[in-house]
């Protein structure tokens, strides 16, 4: 059974930074995405950053561009999210998500696992 277990989330300060973790498990072959969504009260599930578990390209949303980083430990079977220069509009649950096929990746209707979430609170 595949397990994706996030880490990491907390109260930072605008400006601040936190790195999230997410381990995952139970996986047959290697996923084709790893990547972090994120969710605002209110608003929809959007696109953070991915990586490709296979060769490591990453891809990121323009608005988490050159603050986020996103990398993968194939040895650990983890990936992460550095972030840095946090703002208050980053506030949100962040989610790991894993997906097996290669298609559209930010777009979270495409994916078949899901982590339970973890809260990043940027204060202002």
């Known amino acids: 059974q595949v397990r994706l277990a996030e880490s990491g989330g907390g109260l930072v300060q605008h400006g601040g930074s936190l ?4 381990v995952a498990s139970g996986f047959s ?17 959007e696109f953070v950053a991915t990586v490709d578990w296979r060769t490591s390209s990453t891809y990121y949303a323009d608005s988490v561009k050159g603050r986020f980083t996103i990398s993968r430990n194939m040895a650990k079977n983890t990936v992460y999210l550095q972030m840095n220069s ?4 980053d506030t949100a649950v962040y989610y790991c998500a894993a997906r097996t096929n ?5 777009d979270p209707t495409m994916y078949q696992y899901w982590g339970q979430g973890t ?3 940027v204060s202002s």
């Open 19 to 22: 790195k999230l973790s997410c």
């Open 86 to 89: 946090l703002k208050p509009e």
């Open 29 to 45: 072959y290697s996923p084709y995405y790893m990547t972090w969504f994120r969710q605002a009260p209110g608003k929809k599930r």
């Open 119 to 121: 809260q990043v609170t």
């Open 102 to 106: 290669p298609s559209v990746f930010n």
